[in-house]
């Protein structure tokens, strides 16, 4: 038996348009480019939600929710900002239908019904909400402002892939208002952090924290911290993004402050947000060729139990049996979930869950009763064991740890050996062919040269490490000095 | 010391419309009907949320997501639904901005950039969930489906008040497929019982369950039930849906399934929702001239400790005592604030928490600290009172319970005092003029009547009431025979 999924090394891409669709995590929708998010794949990023939501709260930030509108008066008035999102917005200019008198029991757009001003269906909340800081803030008590909001936004991408680039797409976007630069830009840094800890810890993806370079900016800020994860087959993707917006948004929505002293300032701002790409970034990190592999604390059920039976007498007494098992694991607060269904074989519903990454599977039959143990399988190794059911509790609860480790360690060790120093432009450019990953250079700072090197090979600058000594040396495409190597990779 | 709210006996509307505003609820935004819901808002939001999301997954429902957007081919699928919405639709034509080249930093739409099909932004998802569902169902083991998504939809109304009636709202919208009439009429029911077991029990608003007439049901259903609330004005707040659908989404997406005979059927749906309108709902039930009142099942903070002192060396003793009182209710699981900030005096205090309707407010002085009490004030009937500070998170959580049920005794005794049998529509017309409230009186079934009512005195037939016997009369408008009253009232 097997799953019969394209293989990774048959082809990657086509391997992960399966294993979403498959797995029924998502799948494409009769709208261009926006997906339907199934109830296996809501189930994963509702764990995600429910995490973030509570590091937010603890970092003493509230939820709030600003219009899915933004008023094309109000979108332009942050320059960069909007020159970088005015060409993939979608746009409201009617809000009636009639009747189409050509065409019985169908409808036409309402020519009548024309807005006097387009409405803009947010890429992104920083128009609308400092439009709205501008009346929340007069003085130095009124901030700092630390608001999130979990929302739909959409972006007019016209190359589009499940999770990773969706025309409309789920986040959370967070919106800080500070009276100094230096609180804001601490805010930007701690918010890069949270999402490091969350995506590591929680999610089991190692990843690098950075600065983006400039021409990888969010469009309108002044500096892009983000935090960079590796993908098996050698690419990179950034899992999420904080920015110091400096006095930008407050200088165009005209919002400022009355300081201890009484003079007025502009506010300081920062915004940060991660996606629902983040299912991406955990389908490439841990999955293999047999599907999904999910690390316990997304898991929406970590431990599945199967009960083996021929005919009504073995089948009262094994899901009984059973039954008692999911009682004692559902006690310690193990999400487990028994599948005692008679309409499927065992090895159907063992196919099933290995596809849909279930971390711990358990079966149970008649003799394993008469032993007093379980077969239990293994998501991420692979491994079969027979064992007792005497504490079997306290055993998973320790397994799941392990597993949830081994996760991270393996997926630390595939990036570790993908990060490679290159010291010339032809070892570079061999690396990037061969081997991916990330490639630590030296560069010379100039949006040139890194343009150069995206051209003549699709490799770009991920970060800018912060975590990396400062080092002199020569920038490997043009020779001139550079005080810090930066990571380069292929990127999602 | 007071709110200086409007009252309500001098314009309710301008009360709440103040009540909302200034106990930091919602706001009007730029955008034309959309409404920006702030934090403290959005907390009670998403207290409500969290019920009602583990009502429908432990009644065996999950979350899903579908896209925002919806194809006009598919919006106008379904006739009777397209045509209850085509009046009120926000439509995407254009998916890309340009550089205004009269006007130097604007943009305009982009021409060229039409989309070749419009895109209705969802006032609802049946469309785009049916013609998903297609895909989904093909034997009697695809059902039944039963989904639930927390979104966000827009309708464009002409004429909107916070929370009530917006264009955009948050919602959430279940859409079920079953095999048999009888089951999808059964989930109907079971939905629109969970929500009235939801806003009586947790939201303390006692309601009444029913049927829509034709006239009033939801484009599209066959059979619409409701829960109807009543408000302290006299006016009817239908506060939640659901929808038995008939086969008529079925047939419009031509979804059906093998029977276990191997016959092809349509599906039966229902769809079922309730909105950000429940806020007004909460708002209109409970609150008085001095502010907003929470039920403690609602309240983001269910207690607040004000500390009251003069001068550094009090404000030590003073604020290290009540931290001891905040850690021990925290420990018992009670939503508890303490707000010791030294910019605001406990009177401004006081005050604010009132206007924002904290169930028990706690002040705490030098003097209690030394008689060992503090001073409880309950925000439901304004008592103030001395209590001892021993086993005070026993007293305060039996308090919560009292405060809850209060609120909720309170609200139906007004309910009931304002339910009135007419048996004459001269009768009819004085009570709803003088007293408001419902009226039971006997009705002939037509929709001709309904609007000639409607018309003369704006009363609509709010339900026909599940529980109401059976009981032979006349129709107080037309004099022809009726079987049962049904309820009529203004309503929001």
Known sequence: MGQNLTTRSQDYSKWYHELVVRADLAENSAVRGCMIIKPYGYAIWERMQAELDQM????????????????????????????????????????????????????RVDPKAKLEEELIVRPT???????????????????????????????????????LRTAEFLWQEGHTAHATKEEAIEETMQMNEIYAKFVEDFMGIPVIQGTKTESERFAGAVETYCIEALMQDGKALQAGTAHFLGQNFAKAFDVKFANKEGKLEHVWATSWGVSTRLMGALIMTHSDDKGLVLPPNLAPFQVVIVPIFKGEEQRKLVVDHATKIYDSLHAVGIRVKLDDRDTHTPGYKFNDYELKGVPIRLGIGPKDIE???????????????????????IHIKELLKEIQNNLFDKALQHRDQHITSCDSYEDFKKVLESKGGFIAAHWDGT??????????????????????????????????????????????
């Open 447 to 492: 949006t040139e040269t890194e343009m150069k090197i995206k051209q003549e090979t699709k490799a770009t600058i991920r970060c800018i490490p912060l975590d990396f000594d400062k080092e002199n040396g020569t920038c490997i495409y043009s020779g001139k000095p550079s005080v810090q190597r930066v990571l380069f990779a292929k990127a999602y």
């Open 371 to 393: 032993k007093g143990s379980v077969e239990l399988a293994r998501r991420d190794d692979l491994t079969k064991s027979f064992i007792s059911q005497d504490k079997l509790e």
């Open 56 to 107: 937010f709260k603890d970092s003493g930030h509230s939820n709030a929710y600003f219009p899915l509108f933004v008023p094309k008066s109000l979108f332009e008035a942050e320059e960069k900002n909007a020159e970088g999102f005015a060409k993939e917005c979608a746009i409201v200019t009617h809000y009636r239908l009639e009747n189409d008198p050509d065409r019985k029991g169908k409808l």
């Open 125 to 163: 909340s920083e128009a609308i909400i400092w439009s709205t800081y501008k009346n929340w803030i007069q003085s130095y008590r009124d901030l700092p402002i630390l608001l999130n909001q979990w929302a739909n936004v959409v972006r007019w991408e016209m190359r589009t892939r499940l999770f």
